[in-house]
């Protein structure tokens, strides 16, 4: 299951800068969702892009993507993380579950 957040920032121009990152989780084959992708700018709008197309949900969380950016590619999410993340992804999990259903 990959889950994606997005923020937006400010650049030094005074401009708005969207930021995004993507995890991955895996439970049988990790212990802790990974970063999978991560970017600001023109990158961030690709990965945004990419999960509407995939119907991977999109979760706004400004400092939760500023935890998650700090993160190497590939990287388990620390345990301080791990609260909030899952219950990103419960709630992903209940989204995907319903549209199945409906």
């Not at 994606?4 to 005074?14: A, E, F, S, V, Y």
């Not at 995004?20 to 990965?47: D, M, Q, S, T």
């Not at 935890?67 to 388990?76: I, P, R, V």
């Amino acid at each position: 299951m990959s889950k994606r957040h997005l923020d937006r920032q400010i650049d030094g121009k005074g401009r708005n800068v969207q930021q995004a990152v993507a995890l991955r989780y895996e439970p049988e084959r990790y212990r802790a969702p990974r970063l999978v992708a991560k970017g600001r700018g023109k990158i961030a709008k690709k990965i945004i892009d990419l999960a509407r197309k995939q119907g991977i949900p999109i979760h706004e969380d400004p400092d939760l993507v500023a935890a998650l950016s700090a993160l190497d590619w590939y990287e388990e999410i620390p345990e301080a993380l791990y609260q909030v993340v899952a219950e990103v992804l419960a709630f992903a999990y209940r989204l995907n579950n319903k549209l199945k259903e409906g």
